[in-house]
């Protein structure tokens, strides 16, 4: 069911309302529109925390302590780094 959109009042700082009108000029859509398709992809956008959920249920699952767990994600930066140089 498509609903009409909620209208929405907000304050920006000048240079913050030029830019936006200077990128949505840019993408041939009124600032309005622009805005709108920002606040919408924010809000659909997943969290870091859900993102990170099912690493977090695997972790306490599995018993690892956070030291252990800690050791594991350094020694597999540390791996990755050597191999980037």
Not at 12 to 35: I, M, N, S
Not at 45 to 67: K, N, W, Y
Request: glycine share 2%; net charge negative.
């Amino acid at each position: 069911m498509d609903q009409e959109p909620m209208p929405f009042t907000i304050s920006l700082p000048a240079e913050v309302e030029d830019a936006v009108r200077q990128r949505a000029a840019r993408t041939g859509k009124p600032a309005d529109f622009y805005v709108a398709e920002l606040v919408e992809q924010a809000v659909r956008r997943p969290t870091l925390r859900q993102i990170l959920a099912p690493l977090h249920q695997e972790v306490a699952a599995s018993g690892i302590t956070s030291e252990e767990l800690d050791q594991t994600l350094l020694s597999a930066i540390e791996a990755v780094r050597r191999l980037s140089t």
